[in-house]
């Protein structure tokens, strides 16, 4: 799964990334991805002793983010769609210039997630104004839920230190949405009608998750997540790096997809 996220964030031409997980998962994630080099990335490692809330990312990673605008994906969801390279760096830019970003995404079930309600607002159609953001609402003011990936601008932990912890107990993201959105900060992208987005967390959307990953891949001939694809297209790595990455996976569907792209057989 975590390459996923990881191509997500690559994809929006970020290169130093820090990975956050459980005391038990985060050894085996960095014995898995190790420093990044082989993607084109700088990957640092971070614990959340306990599952108290996303927006405490922030603050366990202040002295990662810096002064900089930052991105959060979660590691359970999946991002697919022609022309979401162009959104991710829409929403980096407006990070860039002092603005937050979420993205909005139609649902069935509203009550089961932080939910947005918004007006259009943007003629170019890049953004829509945010009305407003409700963590699992009762009666949900509109369909689109708010999906795992956040865009930030620098200052973006002293923001989620000032988070108050919710009746659940937890440090809601949707709480540091609002303060954003009381600030006039926070933008809002939707994902429509040629993208999918997939919450992978539990056992019964993984299995419905990897059945469309196989389809897409069967059928478009496609991978859907590959971070060496998409750092070599970047110029992040050369082709001496690509034909390592090629020789690791062999014959394996992987290793056949990185050397047509090697070949020059492939474009991003």
Not at 85 to 92: I, S
Not at 133 to 148: L, T
Not at 199 to 211: E, N, R, Y
Request: proline letters at 4%; glycine letters at 8%.
């Amino acid at each position: 799964m975590i390459f996923y996220p990881l191509s997500t964030l690559m994809l929006a031409r970020i290169q130093e990334i820090l990975i956050i997980s459980t005391p038990e998962d985060t050894p085996r994630i960095e014995q898995l991805l190790g420093d990044g080099s082989k993607f084109g990335v700088e990957l640092s490692y971070a614990v959340q002793e306990k599952p108290e809330g996303l927006a405490q990312a922030f603050t366990i990673g202040r002295d990662f983010i810096g002064d900089d605008a930052c991105a959060m994906v979660l590691g359970d969801n999946i991002f697919y769609g022609n022309g979401l390279n162009h959104k991710l760096r829409d929403a980096r830019e407006d990070a860039e210039a002092g603005k937050a970003t979420i993205f909005g995404y139609y649902v069935e079930d509203p009550k089961r997630f932080g939910i947005m309600e918004f007006e259009k607002n943007d003629e170019s159609g890049r953004s829509v104004k945010v009305l407003s953001v409700e963590e699992k609402p009762k009666q949900p003011k509109s369909n689109y839920a708010i999906v795992g990936l956040y865009f930030y601008p620098k200052g973006v932990s002293d923001m989620a230190a000032a988070v108050k912890p919710s009746a659940r107990g937890e440090l809601e993201i949707t709480t540091l949405n609002d303060m954003y959105l009381q600030e006039e900060r926070l933008n809002a992208q939707l994902l429509g009608r040629g993208y999918t987005w997939m919450d992978a967390g539990t056992f019964d959307s993984l299995q419905k998750a990897t059945d469309f990953v196989s389809m897409i891949e069967q059928y478009q001939g496609m991978t859907i997540s590959s971070p060496e694809e998409i750092a070599y297209h970047m110029g992040w790595i050369d082709d001496e790096m690509l034909a390592k990455s090629v020789k690791r996976y062999g014959k394996s569907p992987y290793g056949e997809r990185l050397k047509a792209v090697l070949e020059g057989k492939v474009v991003l």
